[in-house]
């Protein structure tokens, strides 16, 4: 039972590198979410996507694009990264009835 | 919009005591979710509780239980027995009814001591 799968789980980029963080669930859900956690601070998020084909701005959307092709599937990039951009991210995905929000393990981005 | 308000950032409690952690939140809706995700050093989010905002009954589960004061949008966390494994963060959060904005609160560290 794998629910949400990010990769990697560890990244190490220069300044204005790319990449892209990569979401999966298996629990046939609608809604996923990307979120960023800085040290000593809750989680903000940056993008949302109802369903497959939409996806909506978050707190924190500036410096990264979201990709949502198929339902299991969601997808951040950075197209040119920052140290500010250090942090580690979740993917999440919210059960259709009853609201519950399930969350990967999170990948840790460092930018040098 | 929604903020969620942790005023406690640091929290020690002995072991087989109980505590109680503190959140606030303010929202303009009247439906919405309310939950307690706990965070240990690995980082992965791990649900707890979680309240339905029209439920005056408050969510309980095993040692953990919520004091959910709507009047006064006031969503306490009681953790009974407290045991070693329970020392991490702790997380308050509020779900707008639309599901497409979940807020976190700035997070508890809770402490226990032998």
């Known amino acids: 039972n794998a629910g949400v799968t990010q990769t990697p789980k560890f990244q190490v980029l220069k300044t204005g590198q790319s990449m892209t963080l990569q979401c999966a669930q298996d629990m046939n859900h609608n809604s996923m979410y990307w979120y960023r956690q800085d040290p000593g601070m809750g989680l903000r998020l940056i993008y949302y996507?109802?369903?497959?084909?939409?996806?909506d701005k978050g707190e924190v959307p500036n410096g990264y694009n979201v990709s949502r092709l198929n339902k299991r599937e969601f997808s951040l990039r950075l197209e040119s990264a920052a140290p500010s951009q250090t942090s580690v991210y979740f993917c999440a995905s919210r059960q259709d009835s009853g609201n519950t929000i399930y969350f990967g393990e999170g990948s840790w981005l460092t930018v040098v | 919009a929604q903020t969620v308000t942790q005023s406690q950032p640091e929290m020690s409690v002995q072991e087989a005591e109980t505590v109680t952690l503190s959140c606030t939140y303010d929202?303009?809706?009247?439906?919405?979710?309310l939950f307690w995700y706990k965070q240990p050093p690995s980082r992965q989010m791990i649900l707890v509780i979680r309240q339905e905002a029209y439920k005056q009954q408050n969510a309980t589960e095993n040692r953990f239980s919520v004091n959910f004061q709507k009047a006064a949008k006031s969503f306490s966390l009681k953790i009974s027995d407290s045991q070693l494994g329970d020392a991490a963060m702790y997380f308050c959060a509020s779900l707008n009814n639309a599901g497409n904005m979940l807020t976190f609160g700035g997070g508890t560290r809770l402490m226990v001591k032998p």
């Open positions: 996507s109802a369903s497959e084909g939409t996806t």
């Open positions: 929202t303009s809706e009247s439906d919405y979710y």
